[in-house]
């Protein structure tokens, strides 16, 4: 299947005219979307370039989650939001959306890989409490905002969200190990452009590059 889908998914995108600049500028949160499924084999295969980010010392921590079965999705977001919240739920076009992907970091591969030969010189293979920064969750990032781009590379959008104290209840459900931690959720598939509906969020303008940006020095401006 994926060396099919290979020769047949630029059917779907015109990568020349999708550079990251065009791609980055075109990304939004999407909060409504079309109950459309995208074809068959397409979100994993985008889920296998996505994992191609980088992951220390070549870790390959991330695992992924993949809900697209209209019964695992309303699995979801019933152990999610609950049949009360979802009917008073403030975005009812997000959970027209047909793809849910949740990523993983896994600990226990990092910790095995730093207690190898050449990164045991570290002290990052004793345990989780020796990160100071948790670079599988780091890594999940990584490779959920690539899977953001090519889903818009693929005339999808997306919108991400946390799962906070869900979280627990949506590994229990989907028999997730308790040791692996999600980074959230990406929501994926066809926007509904005549029902769009923007959050607070949305609204707030972009900070200046020369707030953000501190070139030599931190008080550069």
Known sequence: MVGQWLKI?????????????????????????????????????????ARRTPTAGNSQGVEFLILQEEDEVEDFWSTSLGEKDKK????????????????????????DRYRERDKNYTTLGRGE???????????????????????????????????????????????VPKTHEALGVLILGYPDRQN????????????????VAHQGRWNSQ
């Open 129 to 175: 409490e020796e990160w100071k920064v948790p670079y599988w969750l780091t890594d999940a990032a990584f490779a959920t905002m690539a899977l953001q781009l090519l889903a818009i590379e693929n005339n999808m959008e997306s919108c991400f969200v946390g799962l906070f104290d869900r979280e627990e209840r949506i590994k229990e459900k989907f028999e």
């Open 9 to 49: 998914s630029k059917n779907w995108s015109d990568i020349s005219k999708n550079s990251v600049a065009e791609i980055l500028n075109q990304r939004r949160a999407c909060r409504s979307f079309l109950n459309r499924r995208p074809p068959e084999g397409l979100i994993l295969e985008l889920v296998d370039k």
């Open 88 to 111: 008073s739920f403030s975005f009812p076009g997000l959970l027209e959306a047909p793809v849910l992907v949740v990523p993983f970091g896994v600990p226990a591969l990092y910790i």
């Open 196 to 211: 769009q509906v923007e959050g607070a969020s949305q609204k707030r303008k972009r900070r200046p590059l020369k707030e």
